[in-house]
């Protein structure tokens, strides 16, 4: 299978991705957490991307869309894609590396909530910087405030997790990402809208629903 999951910053497509690989044996392929590695590595893309994701802005389509499709060719059991595509360029991309690949898209998946909500769960996540786990202080509490529940040790709030750099992402997601969904509508692209604003559970099944249908 090869999906896409979109939906805004904080929808919890990380969350639910986790889920899916678990149950469907796909490849994850989450774009930030991509970025996030090439920085911790100090490679020159990483070192390209810092600026951009500090500020809430979004890294340039024709480094993602490389480093993407050259993830995609890797997952050959199928794969979940997180945070891409991120612009309608992007999408555009997206369908030229399928095409070439001659592979094409099972389902896209739009995870739906509003804004406030979207706040309150970013501002309040914490990743795990060696296995990235990811918890909330609410909504998703570790066993021990703080500590990952595998042992890695101390939990950390990512940089663009507050709440200034929150508002820019949000920016940025209305300005540039939503239009991607209708993108995929244009193209005659059914867009399958799972309203995300309840229990971590509930979405799973939702979204479990709608895979186990196409599955067959
Ligand atoms: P995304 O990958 O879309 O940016 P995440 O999966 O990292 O989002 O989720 C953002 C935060 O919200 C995390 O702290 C996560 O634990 C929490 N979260 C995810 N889904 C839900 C939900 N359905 N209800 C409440 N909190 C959630
Ligand atoms: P995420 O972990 O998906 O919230 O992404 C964190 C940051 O990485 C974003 O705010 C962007 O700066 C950058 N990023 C992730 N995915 C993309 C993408 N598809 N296009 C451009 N920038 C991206």
Request: hydrophobic residues 20%; glycine residues 22%.
């Given at each position: 299978m090869r999906l896409i999951l979109l939906g805004p910053?904080?929808?919890?497509k990380g969350t639910q991705c986790k889920r899916i690989v678990e149950k469907y044996g796909l490849t994850h392929l989450s774009s930030g957490d991509i970025l996030r590695a090439e920085r911790a590595a100090g490679t020159a893309l990483g070192r390209k991307a810092q600026s951009y994701m500090d500020s809430g802005a979004l890294v340039p389509d024709d480094v993602i869309i490389d480093m993407m499709a050259g993830a995609m060719q890797k997952a050959a059991g199928g794969y979940v894609l997180d945070g891409f595509p991120r612009t309608v360029a992007q999408a555009e991309g997206l369908d030229a590396a399928l095409d070439k690949a001659g592979q094409t898209l099972d389902a896209i998946v739009n995870l739906v909530v509003d804004d406030e909500v979207i706040a309150r769960r970013l501002t309040g996540r914490r990743s795990c910087p060696v296995c990235g786990a990811v918890y909330h202080i609410e909504n998703l509490k570790p066993?021990?405030?703080?500590?990952?529940d595998k042992g890695c040790g101390p939990l950390v709030q990512r940089d663009d997790d507050k709440p200034q750099v929150v508002r820019a992402r949000l920016k940025t997601y209305h300005e540039q990402t939503a239009a991607v969904v209708g993108y995929y509508q244009r193209r005659g692209r059914s867009v399958v809208e799972i309203d995300?604003?309840?229990?971590i559970d509930d979405v799973t099944t939702a979204l479990f629903a709608e895979l186990d249908r196409l599955a067959g």
């Open positions: 910053p904080g929808a919890g066993r021990v405030e703080g500590q990952c995300a604003d309840r229990d």
